[in-house]
């Protein structure tokens, strides 16, 4: 078993992985990155759920004020597409037959019918709503400045990416709705398990670490 985390450090993050998750609820102090240049292709603004079809990319497009160097707590949401209603019917067919979509569906719908200006401050509130569902206390404080390196914290801001294999993690199945038919699909977004788990959710998490460091 591993001892609580101390302090870590997370990018922003679009409904965050499993992984994400763990670390945040594991951790005894937690902070996002504010002023870092933007990275594109990572969990910053996009999550990944399950459909009928196997994994689902759902990406919210962004612009970026100042170019490749625009900070991420200056990149603004683009509503120049109805993306809000394309991501909400694309989670409702993926989850509406899991065991607890209808006990999280209305609170996270509503969100969705919100418009916010900033990448940052849209992740954040759909981060809270998360939290409220896992009966979890946790208020991630945000970065004052960008810190290339530092000290005496876990920096996750780039580890955690859909880049990195999730194969390689020792994850715990659970059951999925189309796991007949693609198999276990590891690590996907935090509303995959809680559909899928409900209450046991936080079990999951808690437990995750200590089979992943």
């Excluded at 962004?62 to 209603?85: A, F, M, V």
């Excluded at 715990?172 to 007949?180: D, E, I, L, M």
């Excluded at 398990?193 to 992943?212: M, Q």
Aim: charged share 20%; with cysteine; net charge positive.
């Amino acid at each position: 078993m591993i001892d609580t985390l101390s302090s870590i450090l997370l990018s922003t993050a679009y409904l965050p992985p499993i992984e994400y998750f763990s670390f945040l609820i594991n951790s005894d102090k937690q902070i996002i990155e504010k002023y870092e240049t933007y990275k594109k292709q990572t969990y910053r603004n996009r999550c990944y759920i399950l459909g009928s079809n196997g994994k689902l990319a759902l990406t919210i497009p962004i612009k970026k004020p100042e170019g490749n160097h625009t900070k991420t707590n200056e990149i603004i949401i683009s509503y120049s597409e109805d993306w809000q209603q394309i991501h909400w019917k694309s989670i409702e067919s993926s989850y509406n037959s899991s065991p607890f979509f209808l006990f999280y569906k209305e609170e996270l719908k509503n969100l969705y019918q919100k418009k916010y200006k900033y990448l940052l401050d849209h992740n954040n509130n759909f981060l809270k709503l998360i939290f409220d569902f896992l009966y979890i206390e946790i208020t991630p404080g945000l970065t004052s400045e960008f810190i290339k390196n530092p000290k005496n914290i876990l920096d996750l801001r780039n580890s955690i990416s859909p880049k990195n294999s999730s194969q390689e993690k020792n994850y715990k199945k659970y059951s999925q709705v189309f796991a007949n038919k693609h198999g276990f699909i590891p690590n996907l977004s935090i509303i995959d398990l809680l559909f899928n788990t409900g209450p046991e959710a936080i079990d999951y998490l808690t437990n995750f670490l200590n089979k992943n460091l």
